[in-house]
């Protein structure tokens, strides 16, 4: 009797973890890159593509001095968004490490390496999320020097570029 219920538990977790394991999760994250010499100035447009039904929660940029956080204010449908780093508009609300509030995005040099993590659950304030969507790594003078969509992750000694109508790729 005892092995049979274990044998039936057994069975029930191996289903789960199937089913699990089926559920479409992660996603991509691209910078566009525009190949012009303004780039340098200012953050990118993020493309940002998910694989499961939820979206965006929070998206945080780090360099090695700061750390900024955008946190969604609303639900996005469908599973791509372009989010502009340099206005990102009424749809996040852009607070420092700290959790106070910060009212305008700007790179400090166009050598600075930039970190940007996508998860799909909100932080605490000023607390990183998970980037369970995906993250890319970029220096605004990459972005000024090619077009396309930069791909970066933070262990890639490259990045790749694509063409803006090829990305993101299938999850």
Known sequence: MCAIRFLGLLAFALLVSLLAACQPTGG???AVATGHFSARHEFPVLIVAWCGDTG????????GRSRRH???TREFDGNRLEVDLAAPGEDWRITDGEGE???RLVPESERREYRVGVGSVAGGPGEATEHDIGTVVFT???LA????VYV????APEAEFSPREAFPPEC
């Open 56 to 63: 965006p929660r929070q998206i945080d940029l780090v360099d």
């Open 70 to 72: 955008l946190v969604a």
């Open 28 to 30: 991509h994250v691209g």
């Open 145 to 148: 020097d090619d077009a396309g």
């Open 101 to 103: 509030p910060v009212y």
């Open 152 to 155: 970066r992750a933070e262990d």
């Open 140 to 142: 605004t003078g990459a």
